[in-house]
Antibody, heavy 121, light 110 residues
């Protein structure tokens, strides 16, 4: 079955960086986009960006431009999201999720378990 | 990015039908998807491309749309349907390659 398994919770100080991993199994890693979605405590879902694991192409919500790097290692079916210059507002659960879609729709079907990133001095 | 607007909370009596709506300009161009999230859990896709259910999602969940509004209908709501529901779609404010989510609707089953 399709699974996305993320790395564990992180606590970081303001200004630091964090790298979250997302290991895919149960399907061919390079045939589906990986999306990243975050959820601040008690808040809704916020789309962060996506990466095409085959080409390495990425696209981000504008507010994350310059703050996020998405990479992958296709040999181990793993995607990575690195956030830099962390601020308290970046405290959230970060999810990776497999993307589906066509020209008329898009969705994310299988989600990782989430990685809590806490930014605190 | 554009916005998708949802009512913050809705309630339904056990066994009754409830409709959860989502409004936004993106929905004039793109079909909606719907996600169910229970406390402490990752979201689960329940409807995609307006009306399609992933395998394992009960047929009491259905989707529809008209104009700038998408709807998720639960026919015969069960206690286990109590959760927060989020809509999502492609974002029409750019190239359409980005996604946007609604703010969520908390469903209470009475």
């Amino acid at each position: 079955q399709v699974q996305l398994v993320q790395s564990g919770a992180e606590v970081k100080k303001p200004g630091a960086s964090v790298k979250v991993s997302c290991k895919a199994s149960g399907y061919t890693f390079t045939t589906y986009d990986i999306n990243w979605v975050r959820q601040a405590p008690g808040q809704g879902l916020e789309w962060v960006g996506w990466m095409n694991p085959n080409s390495g192409n990425t696209d981000f919500e504008q507010k994350f431009q310059g703050k996020i790097t998405m990479t992958r290692n296709t040999s181990i079916s793993t995607a990575y999201m690195e956030l830099n210059n962390l601020r308290s507002e970046d405290t959230a659960v970060y999810y990776c999720a497999r993307g589906l879609g066509s020209s008329s729709w898009a969705a994310v079907d299988n989600w990782g378990q989430g990685t809590l990133v806490t930014v605190s001095s | 990015s554009s916005e998708l607007t949802q009512d913050p909370a809705v309630s339904v009596a056990l066994g009754q039908t409830v409709r959860i709506t989502c409004q936004g300009d993106s929905l004039r161009s793109y079909y909606a998807s719907w996600y169910q999230q229970k406390p402490g859990q990752a979201p689960v896709l329940v409807i995609y491309s307006k009306t399609n259910r992933p395998s394992g999602i009960p047929d009491r969940f259905s989707g529809s749309s008209s104009g700038n509004t998408a709807s998720l209908t639960i026919t015969g709501a069960q206690a286990e349907d109590e959760a927060e529901y989020f809509c999502g779609s492609r974002d029409s404010s750019g190239s359409g390659s980005q996604l946007v989510f609604g703010g969520g609707t908390k469903l209470t089953v009475l």
